[in-house]
């Protein structure tokens, strides 16, 4: 039952990585540069990603969807 993920040194999360994790609350990897769409889906309990560089290109975390501002794409289905 995964609740936390600490991924300091990652820089990319592909596509579905992270897929039914109904557990899983906070994500934290301060080198991610790049992630693959769907990469929650199905994680409802998510509701905090650290993601700072991500965050710098304008793609933000909001209520379980990340968002690219720049490009104005959800990077999640619904």
Do not use: W
Request: net charge negative; charged share 30%; hydrophobic share 40%.
């Amino acid at each position: 039952m995964v609740k936390e993920i600490i991924a300091p040194n990652a820089v990319l999360i592909e596509e579905e990585a992270i897929y039914r994790c109904p557990n899983l609350k906070k994500i934290t990897a301060k080198n991610l540069q790049k992630i693959g769409e769907n990469i929650v889906e199905e994680c409802p309990s998510l509701v905090e990603v650290e993601a700072p560089l991500l965050e710098q290109q304008h793609i933000h975390f909001m209520g379980s969807l990340f968002i690219d501002l720049d490009k104005r794409k959800i990077l999640k289905k619904e």
